[in-house]
């Protein structure tokens, strides 16, 4: 009988085997839309406002870009608001892992807003960089809007759960069983993507290298096999 079938699937479990390597060490991220009940202190009086909020991280460089969104309004003004007249800045909570507070900024509003119309708010982001490895939650806090020389300050009172939850890795590999640190940041990026560092990323490598080791192995021993079949002709 011929050995092609059981060498066909000896390839098939290598290939399989390194792709179940990088699936398993893949960086967890969980992140939800969360209903967040904003009650504000405007020039004008006491406001409120539910909004659903947005919370997403993606790597970059030694930290992770965190970006907020607001998917309603909040608050309003009884004055038309010209073009880049709203400036906006939120403050998210850090919790799970790591502990502290990120401030996280955004581009003022590209167009006028109407007079007693809900302010959009632009998406905030900023710079994490993790001082602790572990899952770090990330919640929506205080948002701060300053409009024509006034400052609204919108505090949540719904004690809103995690946006989002990043299972992180601190350069140099720090613990979660350090001492307690806080976090800041900037609305800016910190540049483009670079290469992915730490234990995380270092099992990715060694297990797609391992996945391409059993592979090499396997087709030399199929193109050994086939070269002594040849000679034996």
């Not at 994490?128 to 300050?153: C, H, M, N, Q, W």
């Not at 890795?169 to 307690?180: H, I, K, P, R, V």
Request: with cysteine; proline share 6%; glycine share 14%.
């Amino acid at each position: 009988m011929s050995s092609y079938p059981k060498r066909t699937a000896v390839l098939a479990s290598a290939a399989a085997l390194a792709g179940s390597a990088v699936l398993l060490a893949a960086p967890a991220a969980h992140a939800t839309v969360v209903n967040v009940n904003y009650k504000c202190t405007t020039p004008i009086g006491p406001k409120s406002a539910v909004s659903p909020i947005d919370i997403k991280g993606v790597r970059s460089g030694s930290g992770y870009k965190i970006t907020m969104s607001w998917q309603k309004g909040v608050s309003s003004s009884p004055v038309e608001l010209g073009k880049g007249a709203v400036n906006p800045s939120a403050v998210i909570k850090i919790g799970g892992a790591d502990s502290g507070t990120l401030n996280v900024t955004g581009a003022a509003n590209q167009a006028a807003i109407p007079a007693n119309t809900p302010i959009k708010i632009n998406d905030l982001s900023g710079t994490y960089t993790p001082e602790k490895s572990g899952k770090v939650t990330f919640t929506a806090g205080t948002l701060t809007i300053k409009a024509l020389g006034t400052t609204t300050t919108c505090t949540p009172t719904n004690n809103p759960g995690p946006s989002l939850t990043l299972d992180v890795t601190a350069a140099g590999g720090g613990s979660s069983s350090s001492g307690s640190s806080s976090s800041g940041g900037t609305g800016t990026d910190s540049g483009g993507t670079l290469p992915k560092t730490g234990p995380e990323d270092s099992f990715v490598a060694l297990g797609t290298l391992g996945g391409t080791v059993l592979l090499a192995g396997a087709a030399g021993t199929l193109w050994l096999t086939r070269r002594n079949q040849t000679v034996r002709r």
